[in-house]
C-alpha cells in the first residue's frame, strides 16, 4: 500500500487490496485515493492490523474492511465460502466457531493428509511456564519438548523441513523451541518457528502450535482476552494443509483465570475446541502429564 502513494490520483478504474484486514485504515487509503473503485479482500476473524503508539506501546487497530463490516453489517461483504487450503478434519473446528458453519471444503483438500498421522493431533502436557524477572514473555520447556518430539514424527513420516511450521503463543516460546530443536539436530533453514502473529498469511503442510501456558491460576494471559483471542487462536488453528498438532496444558487453557469473570475470557472457546477435537473421528488425544 504504501508504493501505491507514487500513483496518480485516480490512476485506475480499479484497486484490490489483498490481505485488507491486516492494513491500517490510513495505508489503505493511499489505495483508495489511486483507484474509482477498491476491493477489500481480507478475514475480519483473524487478527487486525497491529500499530506502534508514540512511546513505543503497541496496540490492535481496526482496519477500513472491518470498519465497513461494524457500520454497515455483513450484507457489504461477499464470502468465499470454499475453501481450498485444509484437511476437512482441521476446516472443521474454525468453521463452526468462527464462521457460522458456512464454509465447505473444496473436494481436492477434504482427504490431504500426511500417511501414517492423523489430520489432528492434540498433546495434553502439564509443564510449568517461566518468564524472566520483569519479562511479560513466556516459555515452557516441557511444551518445547513435546514440540521437537512432534517436529521428529511429522519428519519421520516424510514431510520436508520447508513444509513444516511450528507456532508459539510467545516469543520468548519462540526461543526455547529453537533452542530444543537445536539440541536435537532439527532445526533446519527452512523449518520456520515463530509466533501466531509471524505466521498470519502463512500456510505449511504440517504445523505445530504450542500455547506455552501453564499454571495452577489458569491464567492463560492474552491468549483469554475475549476480543483478540479468538482471533489469534483462528490464525493458529488454520495454518495447516494436512496435518495439525496442538500442544498445551489444556487444564489451564479450558478453564477462566482465577481473576477473571467467564464472561472476560474466551477459556470456553478453547474448551469447545478440545471437546470437539476429542470426539472427532480424525484427531487423536496423547496426555503427556
Do not use: K
Not at 250 to 255: I, S
Amino acid at each position: 500500500t504504501n508504493g501505491a502513494a507514487t500513483f496518480d490520483q485516480n490512476a485506475f478504474d480499479l484497486a484490490v487490496v489483498d490481505e485488507a484486514t491486516q492494513a491500517s485504515r490510513a495505508a489503505t487509503a493511499i489505495a483508495v485515493n489511486a483507484a474509482d473503485t477498491l476491493v477489500l479482500a481480507g478475514d475480519h476473524r483473524q487478527l487486525p492490523p497491529y500499530g506502534v503508539r508514540e512511546g513505543g506501546a503497541g496496540e490492535m487497530r481496526p482496519s477500513l474492511f472491518e470498519t465497513l463490516i461494524d457500520r454497515y453489517g455483513d450484507d457489504v461483504a461477499v464470502l468465499l465460502a470454499r475453501q481450498y487450503r485444509m484437511h476437512d478434519a482441521i476446516a472443521g473446528f474454525p468453521n463452526e466457531a468462527f464462521y457460522g458453519g458456512r464454509l465447505e471444503t473444496a473436494a481436492v483438500a477434504a482427504d490431504r493428509a500426511v500417511d501414517g498421522l492423523p489430520p489432528v493431533a492434540v498433546v495434553d502436557v502439564a509443564g510449568q511456564e517461566r518468564r524472566d524477572e520483569r519479562g511479560a514473555s513466556v516459555r515452557n520447556a516441557a511444551e518445547a519438548s513435546v514440540v521437537a518430539d512432534r517436529v521428529d514424527t511429522i519428519r519421520r513420516a516424510g514431510v520436508e523441513p520447508g513444509d513444516v511450521g511450528v507456532i508459539a503463543a510467545y516469543s520468548d516460546h519462540v526461543s526455547a523451541i529453537r533452542g530444543v530443536l537445536a539440541d536435537r539436530g532439527l532445526d533446519r533453514p527452512a523449518l520456520t518457528v515463530d509466533t501466531v502473529d509471524s505466521f498470519q498469511g502463512g500456510e505449511r503442510d504440517a504445523v505445530v502450535v504450542s500455547f506455552a501456558r501453564s499454571n495452577d491460576a489458569h491464567d492463560a494471559g492474552f491468549l483469554e482476552h475475549p476480543a483478540a483471542g479468538p482471533r489469534r487462536l483462528n490464525v493458529a488453528l488454520t495454518r495447516a494443509r494436512r496435518h495439525l498438532s496442538l500442544v498445551g496444558d489444556w487444564a489451564t487453557l479450558t478453564d477462566p483465570a482465577s481473576h477473571r469473570s467467564p464472561a472476560a475470557s474466551c477459556a470456553d472457546v478453547y474448551a469447545d475446541l478440545y471437546d470437539t477435537l476429542a470426539d472427532h473421528a480424525d484427531a487423536r488425544l496423547f496426555n503427556r502429564r
